[in-house]
């Protein structure tokens, strides 16, 4: 009995001095990311050439003469045919993601339905942010074979669950920065288009009496 508590103690001893130099060891991982099994990162999904990553996104003030509905409608129609898909709809604001390289398209096509005002663009370089991630993600799948392998040598059962416990905090940060990660690849490769829809007034019974007169009128002069 004594034998295998001091083997027990002596294991401890081991893990205690391994487990530091596995932290230390990752921030000399290299930056180059692997490809496991269900996850990749994309080589560039940035701006063709110029090696950034860059969201783009648009908005717009579309005033039209149809119905709200309809125009709702058509953006949500020509979002997909792009390729696309809404974000969100609601009332008199839709928010839809197309294509980056059809975000252009979609602006034409807004511009078919109605006057088109206040366009504003914006975009937002994330390439610092991105690389950062990916190299951290990097080092944790280093750690995360470590502490694998110290695993499968374990035999002391406090010994194991101290590995564990370990392993199970490395796995949550890599899956949370393999979300990040997909979702600034999805930022990027998807802008953002915001369209609020405004209908233009129409004239009452005692507004259209004025409008006639005043196309009598014009015509008059101009004639």
Do not use: H
Not at 16 to 22: E, I, K, N, V
Not at 37 to 57: D, H, K
Not at 66 to 84: H, Y
Not at 130 to 143: E, M, P, T, Y
């Amino acid at each position: 009995m004594k034998t295998k508590n001091a083997k027990n103690v002596s294991a401890l001893r081991v893990l205690a001095f391994l487990l530091p130099a596995l932290l230390v060891s990752c921030a000399a991982a290299p930056a180059r990311v692997a490809e496991p099994a269900g996850f990749a990162v994309s080589e560039n999904p940035g701006l063709p050439g110029t090696g950034r990553m860059v969201t783009v996104s648009a908005g717009l003030d579309l005033f039209v003469r149809s119905t709200e509905r309809e125009t709702r409608a058509a953006l949500i129609r020509q979002a997909g045919n792009l390729g696309g898909f809404v974000f969100s709809a609601a009332g008199a604001s839709v928010v839809v993601w197309v294509p980056a390289e059809n975000m252009e398209d979609f602006l034409t096509y807004a511009g078919t339905l109605g006057n088109v005002e206040n366009e504003r663009r914006s975009g937002r370089d994330i390439t610092d942010q991105f690389q950062n991630d990916v190299v951290r993600l990097d080092s944790l799948r280093n750690v995360r074979a470590r502490y694998l392998a110290l695993l499968d040598r374990a035999t002391a059962v406090s010994e194991m669950l101290s590995i564990e416990r370990e392993l199970e905090r490395v796995v949550l940060e890599i899956e949370r920065l393999e979300a990040r990660i997909r979702q600034a690849e999805t930022s990027v490769a998807y802008s953002t288009v915001t369209v609020r829809i405004r209908e233009r007034s129409r004239p009452g019974p005692v507004g259209w009496v004025f409008y006639g007169l005043f196309r009598g009128i014009r015509w008059l002069f101009v004639w």
